[in-house]
């Protein structure tokens, strides 16, 4: 029995899909998009960079103590990365009931982070990672710019879960719950 033929731009189609399938049954191990992935249960990477809050720079170790969302997102202003934003911002109550401090993270400078908290009303702090390390070291890094990727840090600067490739419109509501089920 032969099989029907098929177009090359179907077939294209279907290589994709086929290749696609295969990197995200990769996420779930240390590969992602973006480089490889911190491993859950062992120390986050550590980081200081420059803010647009507080003292001009934030250490990882500075939440020492509380659990820690650290979210990368591609860029300042952008629709996506405003969304996000945005529910981050609305839910921030919610944070602070469980002990919770939100970093924002991307390429952005301290001038554009400044000018987005400002727009936006945003009352917790944005890191500028301007070379990209941090983000090399969290694996959400691609083509000069960080990936929506998301990392909850326990109170011991322990990995605890992260999320790869989030929709910034429900995004804080998964993050939420997935807080409530490591500290319950």
């Known amino acids: ?9 179907r077939f294209l189609s279907l290589l ?3 290749c696609l399938l295969g990197c995200f049954s990769w996420v779930p191990s240390a590969i992602a998009l ?3 992935q911190p491993e859950l249960q062992a120390p986050a990477p550590q980081f200081t960079l420059p803010t647009n809050v507080g003292d001009g720079e934030i250490s990882l170790s500075d939440y020492r103590g509380e659990w820690v969302v650290v979210y990368f997102y591609p860029k300042d202003f952008t629709s996506g ?3 996000e934003a945005r529910r981050f911002q609305q839910d921030l109550p919610k944070y602070q009931q469980r002990h919770t401090q939100i970093l924002g993270i991307s ?9 987005f908290c400002d727009a936006e009303g945003l009352k917790f702090p944005l890191l500028a990672d301007v070379d990209g390390a941090v983000s090399k070291a969290y694996g959400s890094w691609l083509s000069g710019m960080s990936l929506r990727h998301t990392y909850i840090i326990d109170p011991e600067g322990t990995l ?3 999320f790869l490739g989030v929709n910034p419109a429900i995004h804080s509501t998964e993050v939420l719950a997935k807080l409530d089920e490591l500290q319950s």
Do not use: K, Q, Y
């Not at 029995?1 to 731009?9: A, N, Q, T, V, Y």
């Open 81 to 83: 990365c405003t969304l």
């Open 16 to 18: 994709l899909c086929v």
């Open 107 to 115: 390429v952005d400078d301290v001038d554009s982070h400044r000018e």
């Open 1 to 9: 029995m032969s099989l029907p033929p098929i177009s090359i731009g």
């Open 160 to 162: 605890r879960a992260r």
């Open 34 to 36: 973006g480089g490889p």
